[in-house]
């Protein structure tokens, strides 16, 4: 059972998925209106599928530890960038925020006891990991770039072979 601490902090976690999942789609809907960039477009998308499964997860686990799961109002994101970079730039500043969330998220467990959910938890906790790093490798490549239209060509091909990691255990 879940204490109402713990219940409030997760259900926030839920928002913090939620409105990632609606961050990404915003730079994935943008991305297609931008001519040739269509596996950076995949990309987007694929990585806001990714957050609604983490927030799927969260729901869950939730109900399941006899909680009540809240579906919460999202904020309207941003609809245009500067640039890729631009956006790439923002994806990184997202998740360094999603991840600090999660760590204090892990703390408060820590805090109630909660051994059950701290263990929960630890996929987050791996899964930032990944896509922090990769937000960065991502946003390294595009620094190498810089504004050679040709670079960009190869970081659209190169991108098609990049996995958001995750998405497929929630
Ligand atoms: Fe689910 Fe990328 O944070």
Request: no cysteine.
């Given at each position: 059972?879940?204490?109402?601490?713990i219940?409030?902090?997760?259900?926030?976690?839920?928002k913090?998925?939620a409105?990632?999942?609606?961050?990404?789609?915003?730079?994935?809907?943008?991305?297609?209106?931008?001519?040739?960039?269509?596996?950076?477009?995949?990309?987007?998308y694929?990585?806001?599928?990714?957050?609604?499964?983490?927030?799927?997860?969260?729901?869950?686990?939730?109900?399941?530890?006899?909680?009540?799961?809240?579906?919460?109002?999202?904020?309207?994101?941003?609809?245009?960038?500067?640039?890729?970079?631009?956006?790439?730039?923002?994806?990184?500043?997202?998740?360094?925020?999603?991840?600090?969330?999660?760590?204090?998220?892990?703390?408060?467990?820590?805090?109630e006891?909660?051994y059950?959910?701290?263990?929960?938890?630890?996929?987050?906790?791996?899964?930032?990991?990944?896509?922090?790093?990769?937000a960065?490798?991502?946003?390294?490549?595009?620094?190498?770039?810089?504004?050679?239209?040709?670079?960009?060509?190869?970081?659209?091909?190169?991108?098609?072979?990049?996995?958001?990691?995750?998405?497929?255990?929630?």
């Amino acid at each position: 059972m879940l204490s109402k601490t713990i219940e409030a902090a997760l259900n926030e976690q839920v928002k913090i998925e939620a409105q990632s999942s609606q961050v990404y789609l915003a730079m994935a809907s943008w991305a297609e209106g931008q001519p040739g960039i269509d596996n950076i477009t995949q990309f987007f998308y694929r990585h806001s599928d990714e957050e609604r499964m983490h927030m799927l997860k969260l729901v869950h686990f939730i109900n399941e530890r006899g909680g009540t799961a809240v579906i919460p109002s999202l904020e309207k994101p941003k609809e245009a960038f500067d640039s890729i970079k631009q956006a790439f730039k923002e994806l990184l500043e997202h998740e360094i925020m999603v991840s600090e969330s999660i760590n204090k998220l892990v703390d408060i467990t820590l805090g109630e006891k909660d051994y059950a959910t701290y263990n929960f938890l630890q996929w987050y906790v791996a899964e930032q990991i990944e896509e922090e790093a990769l937000a960065r490798t991502l946003n390294d490549k595009l620094e190498l770039i810089g504004e050679e239209k040709s670079g960009l060509y190869l970081f659209d091909r190169d991108i098609l072979n990049v996995n958001v990691e995750g998405g497929d255990e929630a």
